[in-house]
């Protein structure tokens, strides 16, 4: 049984640039959170997407957007890329019936020069 | 609203002795919480939750938490620390609307 994963695993990008980052969640699940994590701190949540829709956002700006596909996968998209979006971008999955409990991927480090 | 707060930024044990890594909530909510561990380049890996059943919480690798609604708090213990316990805890509230905050983390240090 698969657990989340993530590609790619590192990526380097230029200021004002766009990424996608992609998500793949652990067989059975059908909601999927995004985090930042910046280096030395606990991760941020961003945002989750249930149903193709998303649910529930956390303080980012709209530069952060993000899409589910029907087989549950998902896409986090950054534009504008600032040096400050430098982090780790955890996927988390979970099932609708238990939201809270989360499985996380091992991560995209996301590195902007 | 919720947020939680890890009491120490970081931890430093002895092998074989035991492990505090303390945690309060707030929430406004009856909050489920979670201990997360994160090892060097590895992602997070669930430890243990509290979603309102027994106050003790068992997890795995031998950890435990106690949820303690009168002083809001969430520690997490363990009877002896092992080499392998050397890692990153974050403490985790999610309740209402389901949004989930970290803590900013713990620092373990295991000395042999």
């Known amino acids: 049984d698969a657990g989340v994963t993530q590609s790619p695993t590192h990526l380097i990008k230029t200021r004002g640039q766009q990424v996608t980052l992609r998500c793949s969640p652990k067989s059975g699940h059908d909601t999927v959170s995004w985090y930042q994590q910046a280096l030395g701190q606990g991760p941020q949540f961003i945002f989750q997407y249930y149903e193709e829709e998303e649910r529930q956002r956390g303080n980012f700006p709209d530069r952060f957007s993000g899409h589910q596909f029907p087989n549950y996968s998902s896409e986090l998209n950054v534009n504008a890329l600032l040096l400050g979006d430098s982090a780790l971008y955890l996927c988390?999955?979970?099932?609708?019936?238990?939201?809270?409990?989360?499985?996380f991927g091992p991560g995209t480090r996301l590195l902007v020069l | 609203a919720q947020s939680v707060t890890q009491l120490d930024s970081h931890v430093s044990v002895s092998e074989g002795t035991p492990v505090l890594l303390r945690c309060n909530y707030s929430?406004?909510?009856?909050?489920?919480l979670f201990w997360y561990v994160q090892h060097p380049n590895k992602g997070l890996q669930l430890l243990l939750k509290?979603?309102?059943?027994?106050?003790l919480v068992k997890g795995i690798n031998g950890f435990e938490a106690e949820f303690k609604k009168s002083e809001t708090s969430f520690h997490l213990t363990k009877p002896s620390a092992h080499m392998s316990d050397a890692a990153e805890y974050f403490c985790v509230v999610s309740g209402g609307g389901f949004k989930t905050i970290f803590g900013a983390g713990t620092r373990l240090f295991v000395k042999a």
């Open positions: 929430s406004s909510y009856s909050p489920s």
């Open positions: 988390a999955s979970s099932s609708a019936l238990r939201k809270e409990t989360q499985y």
């Open positions: 509290y979603t309102s059943a027994a106050t």
